[in-house]
């Protein structure tokens, strides 16, 4: 246990912050209904990742030795690598913001700090990987309490919240926000990572069947949390925002419009949750590039070498966004919206991997299984192809 919450922190990252502040402060709360469909995806896909890795192989390992072609496997590569950019994107934006509205400081210095943070902590956790897991203890607990402060002190409507749990609604307007919210919520590096994860405990385990048990509740618990902690940033800015007369366009602007309606202190809470959502995912995001890179490129090098480069690769485009002044919030919605497009890069393989009887022994899918990820896999593709013709008659 343990790796379900590393990996949980995929989906309450700055990404999320984007859909799902849009999603609430523009169409109050007929999105979250969204969220819990999102989530129940992301358990399932992500049960069959770590299952994977207990059985002895991480996704990644897997299709390169599947694609015999050196162009093909070269492509999957770089593809995997645009996926992972798009998250550390995402989450690189989260420190920087953070930082600014926290503490003040400049964009630009701010992604040189986000830069060194999170490779310092990895650095030093690389010998003490359960310490990491413990410290995610500690980053889940403040965004979850921060967010329960917030929702309490917005005082949404309940009945509202209830009936578009269980009634969907989607407009041309809210598709955009909504396959969002999909690509925010089930990952491509996410799934990536989750078995390179656990295959990395292989040696701890004994009995596959037993601690089949011990990751399908590690899974489920962790993202159950993150869950309620999705819907509560959809519910606080549906509650604080969409009444307001007030068009947010950036986190920016929702951290300064809830000062004068609720206080110092719910922009504060706010703000330090970015903070360690921006610090906790973009470990992750870290995790899952070194996992791609080295999995899929073929490239031997040293671990704190290959994280570096993965944290430099990572910066340059975050850099391009500062300078040029590009709306934050924008860059999130827009990057998850290309993750979801992405999604069945790793989404495919993994339900093929994971149904194949030679890989998996024992532990292969049921047929119940089988048939469920395939159908939320065509669903997934049903919102990107519902979101490009959206898009398209616009034109």
Do not use: C
Request: hydrophobic share 55%.
């Amino acid at each position: 246990m343990g790796s379900g919450l590393i990996v949980s922190v995929a989906y309450m990252d700055p990404g999320n912050w984007g859909t799902n502040i849009s999603g609430g402060a523009a169409f109050n709360y007929d999105l979250i209904w969204v969220i819990w469909l999102a989530s129940g995806m992301a358990m399932l896909f992500q049960y069959l990742s770590g299952k994977l890795g207990l059985a002895g192989y991480s996704l990644a390992e897997l299709v390169i030795k599947k694609i015999k072609k050196r162009w093909m496997q070269i492509t999957y590569w770089l593809l995997a690598e645009i996926a992972v950019l798009a998250t550390d994107l995402a989450e690189f934006l989260g420190i920087v913001v953070a930082l600014n509205l926290l503490f003040k400081i400049p964009m630009l210095e701010g992604s040189f700090i986000a830069f060194f943070d999170v490779l310092l902590l990895l650095v030093f956790s690389e010998k003490r990987f359960r310490w990491l897991e413990k410290a995610f203890v500690g980053f889940v607990g403040i965004i979850g309490l921060a967010f329960l402060y917030e929702v309490i002190i917005t005082k949404p409507d309940l009945n509202l919240i209830l009936v578009h749990s269980i009634k969907p609604i989607l407009t041309k307007e809210s598709a955009l926000i909504a396959v969002g919210i999909i690509g925010a919520t089930v990952m491509p590096h996410a799934l990536f990572i989750h078995s390179w994860l656990t295959k990395r405990k292989t040696k701890e385990f004994k009995n596959k069947k037993e601690n089949l048990k011990y990751h399908t509740f590690d899974t489920v618990a962790s993202l159950t949390i993150a869950a309620l902690i999705n819907a509560a940033m959809l519910i606080m800015a549906a509650a604080a925002f969409f009444h307001s007369g007030e068009t947010i366009v950036t986190i920016e602007h929702a951290y300064y419009t809830l000062i004068p309606a609720f206080g110092n202190f719910a922009a504060i809470a706010f703000g330090v949750a970015l903070l360690s959502a921006g610090i906790s995912s973009s470990i992750t995001g870290t995790l899952s590039g070194q996992a791609v890179m080295e999995s899929l490129s073929g490239f031997k090098i040293n671990i704190v070498v290959r994280r570096l480069i993965t944290r430099f690769i990572n910066l340059i485009p975050l850099v391009i966004v500062i300078l040029l002044n590009i709306n934050p919030l924008n860059v999130l919605l827009y990057s998850q919206v290309l993750l979801s497009i992405l999604l069945p890069l790793p989404l495919i393989p993994l339900i093929l991997f994971t149904s194949d009887k030679k890989i998996m022994k024992e532990l292969v899918n049921k047929k119940l299984t089988i048939i469920t990820a395939w159908v939320f896999g065509a669903v997934i593709l049903f919102f990107n192809i519902y979101l490009l013709y959206s898009e398209l008659i616009k034109l």
